[in-house]
Nanobody, 122 residues
Framework: QVQLVESGGGSVQAGGSLRLSCAAS????????MGWFHQAPGQEREGVAS????????RYTDSVKDRFTISQDAAKNTIYLQMDTLQREDTGMYYC???????????????WGQGTQVTVSS
C-alpha cells in the first residue's frame, strides 16, 4: 500500500503561483511513477503532469506546458507541482497519484491522495 498526502492548495489571483506537495509513504518501490491530476467542478479528472524519476521522464498536458513544473525530492519521498501564471480554468481539486507508468490517464494509477483545492480568481 502507498499513502499519499497533498498540501499547498489555496486561493490566488489569476497570474499568481502556488506550489503543491505530495508526500508518499508505504511501499513506494512498487510505484515508480507519480502524477498530478486536476478535476474542475462538474468535470472529469484529467492528467496534468507525470514523473518517473528512475526513468528520468516527465510528461505534461499541453495546457500547462511552460506554466507548471513537476519535480521530486527523493530524500523526502515527495513530489511537487509548481504552478505559475495560474488561470481561472486551473481552479479545482488537485490529486496526487502513484502508479507503474508515465501516463496522464488516471486509469494507470493505483493509489490516490485526498486532494487539495486550488481556486484562481480574476
Amino acid at each position: 500500500q502507498v499513502q499519499l498526502v497533498e498540501s499547498g492548495g489555496g486561493s490566488v489571483q489569476a497570474g499568481g503561483s502556488l506550489r503543491l506537495s505530495c508526500a508518499a509513504s508505504g511501499d513506494t518501490s512498487r510505484t515508480p511513477c507519480m502524477g498530478w491530476f486536476h478535476q474542475a467542478p462538474g468535470q472529469e479528472r484529467e492528467g496534468v503532469a507525470s514523473i518517473c524519476p528512475s526513468l528520468g521522464r516527465i510528461r505534461y498536458t499541453d495546457s500547462v506546458k511552460d506554466r507548471f513544473t513537476i519535480s521530486q525530492d527523493a530524500a523526502k519521498n515527495t513530489i511537487y507541482l509548481q504552478m505559475d501564471t495560474l488561470q481561472r480554468e486551473d481552479t479545482g481539486m488537485y490529486y496526487c497519484a502513484a502508479g507503474l507508468f508515465l501516463s496522464l490517464d488516471h486509469r494507470f494509477y493505483n493509489f490516490w491522495g485526498q486532494g487539495t483545492q486550488v481556486t484562481v480568481s480574476s
